[in-house]
């Protein structure tokens, strides 16, 4: 397989770039700043580069003052940041508040099935009542892993890890092995059934990000190695020749879009050298979304499951949004982990 060229010096200004960038939007306690604050993360430990996470903990330590609003499953993916902030910090207002999140998930959240997280926002006009959406894949199941990891809290990761199963058996298409975006368990179908390529990212980097810390003594390992390898082993196939993926990743007739991409490149980064020529594309492809000042270009705006395809189509992709950052972030941090620990 062939082995990944890559410009350290250059993917190092590039994250230094994007991550001023992110910390010129306005963010609320949700997961637009969830996602952003993630891949700021991310790129900290990438680089080491402590003046990446000071603003994002001037940032938590003011918006902490008011005490967490209203939270949902959605809302606690600022979660991840307060993880990395107390890993590093050692503040205990960081893991107090995270555990907060972690005791709503685990005792008021709303659930169906065998315990499956509704879809829940920050906002009471919206209500998708036995809905699952891949996205919580990422908001919830991973940090209940996270923090079970952190804590020593095996009914956290065990919640965890029946969201990342519950998820595979509402979502995942038996055939195309690709995620479909969301799940009506009333109605007993997937709504719109769409393959989303931010969907698949949430569900491709997740289960890539889970089996870092699963024990592959676990049973779980098996089943989530499984779902991610036939998942990317359709990915690939679908991506275009740009190095990105169609917002419908089946639809090549769709708009191109960068937020997934990034997710689902990551996720292959974990796979080694066997996708080393679809990521050399990805690298090429992201990198050219990037602007000058540090706006990750073609990302689509915040979706709900549509009603078809010509919705998704229809999402505009013109704005900075903070998932795009993020994902992004996510992704080039990804690609110098690589360089820097060659596999």
């Not at 008021?108 to 959406?133: K, L």
């Not at 690298?283 to 078809?308: L, N, Q, R």
Request: with cysteine; glycine share 8%.
């Amino acid at each position: 397989m062939p082995v990944l060229i890559v410009d350290e010096q250059h993917i190092q200004a590039l994250i230094k770039r994007v991550v001023d960038r992110t910390f010129q939007m306005d963010f609320s306690w949700d997961w637009p700043g969830g996602v952003a604050f993630y891949g700021v993360c991310e790129a900290y430990r990438a680089t080491g580069n402590i003046e990446y996470l000071e603003p994002l903990k001037a940032w938590v330590d003011e918006n902490m003052e008011d005490g967490l609003p209203k939270l949902s499953v959605n809302g606690v993916s600022i979660g991840h940041s307060l993880l990395t902030l107390y890993e590093v910090y050692k503040e205990e207002q960081y893991i107090n508040t995270a555990q907060e999140m972690a005791e709503f998930l685990t005792h008021e959240a709303v659930r169906f099935g065998d315990g499956v997280f509704q879809h829940t926002v920050n906002s009471e006009t919206y209500n998708f009542p036995e809905q699952a959406w891949v996205d919580t894949m990422f908001m919830a199941g991973y940090f209940l892993l996270r923090i079970g990891v952190l804590l020593n809290r095996e009914d956290y990761f065990e919640d965890g890890l029946r969201q990342y199963h519950g998820h595979e058996n509402c979502l995942q298409d038996p055939v195309t092995n690709l995620y479909y975006h969301g799940w009506d368990n009333i109605s007993g179908n997937h709504m719109s059934g769409v393959f989303w390529a931010r969907g698949n990212a949430w569900a491709a980097l997740t289960m890539a990000r889970a089996l870092e810390l699963i024990p592959v003594t676990h049973p779980s390992f098996m089943i989530i190695e499984g779902s991610l390898r036939d998942q990317l082993s359709s990915l690939v196939r679908l991506q275009d020749e740009s190095g990105l993926w169609h917002t419908i990743t089946t639809d090549p007739e769709s708009p191109l879009e960068t937020s997934g991409s990034a997710g689902i490149a990551a996720a292959l980064l974990t796979k080694g050298r066997i996708y080393n020529k679809y990521t050399q594309k990805a690298i090429h492809g992201i990198i050219s979304k990037i602007t000058d000042e540090g706006t990750v270009t073609g990302v689509s705006a915040g979706t709900a499951v549509m009603k078809d395809s010509a919705g998704y189509k229809a999402v505009p992709d013109k704005r900075i949004q903070g998932w795009g950052q993020g994902l992004t972030l996510t992704f080039l941090s990804a690609v110098l982990n690589v360089k820097q620990n060659p596999y």
